[in-house]
């Protein structure tokens, strides 16, 4: 089991452009979680997805930020417009699901780290 | 709202001596605690979690709900236990991190 994957480890972008991190999570697992590290600071939980459903964003910025896991394929963070601000580690997580996401332990990817010049 | 607090940064210690990471958590519910860790150039994995009263690595946690407590702590530190620590809560469907600590074991 190869675990969370998460591509590509390190973007660069300029501001303007957009970012798409894409996350595919451990072979059985339905429940994908992002969350993003600013420098000098600790995980923040932005969003919670499930097969073609977000179940809760109430940690996503309001505007240029959006989240996908569709049926088939990874789940993507897409990030338009991209400011200095954006730039952070963004991490992916996923568990299995199957008996309620606080008793499940989250695996997490590597990180992807956004730059933007 | 949940909140995590890991009060120190940076904590270094000799090997063979005890250590201990403090994490202090504020939530109304029924807190789900764990702990993660981060070893150079590798992934955040999960070390330990309260509900399963484990001791892996040689370290222990204890929720104490008076003191809204969950530290981490092991009686002989290795080297190899230099990493990034994270306590983190889960309510739910998020984790809630503390801003972790970087624990250095010098020789």
């Known amino acids: 089991n190869a675990g969370v994957m998460q591509n590509p480890r390190h973007l660069v972008r300029r501001r303007g452009q957009e970012a798409r991190l894409r996350c595919s999570p451990m072979?059985?697992?339905?429940?994908v979680y992002w969350y993003r590290q600013l420098p000098e600071e600790g995980l923040k939980f932005m969003v919670y997805?499930?097969?073609?459903?977000?179940?809760?964003e109430s940690g996503m910025p309001k505007e240029r930020f959006s989240a996908e896991f569709p049926k088939e394929g990874p789940s993507i963070l897409r990030i338009q417009q991209v400011v200095r601000g954006d730039s952070a580690a963004y991490f992916c997580?996923?568990?299995?699901?199957?008996?309620?996401?606080?008793?499940?332990?989250?695996?997490f990817g590597d990180g992807t780290r956004l730059s933007i010049l | 709202a949940q909140r995590v607090t890991q009060p120190e940064k940076l904590l270094s210690v000799f090997k063979g001596a005890p250590v201990e990471l403090k994490c202090n958590y504020s939530?109304?519910?029924?807190?789900?605690l764990f702990w993660y860790v981060q070893y150079s150039r590798q992934r955040l994995q999960l070390l330990l979690r309260?509900?399963s009263r484990e001791s892996i690595k040689g370290f222990t946690a204890d929720l104490n709900k008076g003191e809204t407590s969950f530290h981490l702590k092991k009686p002989f530190a290795q080297e190899e236990d230099s990493a990034m620590y994270y306590c983190?809560?889960?309510?739910?469907?998020?984790?809630?991190f503390g801003e972790g600590t970087q624990l250095t074991v010098n020789p």
């Open positions: 997580a996923s568990s299995p699901g199957d008996r309620g996401p606080s008793n499940q332990p989250q695996h």
């Open positions: 072979k059985g697992h339905s429940h």
């Open positions: 997805l499930q097969k073609e459903n977000i179940i809760d």
């Open positions: 939530y109304s519910g029924s807190p789900e």
């Open positions: 309260h509900i």
């Open positions: 983190a809560l889960s309510s739910g469907s998020r984790l809630t």
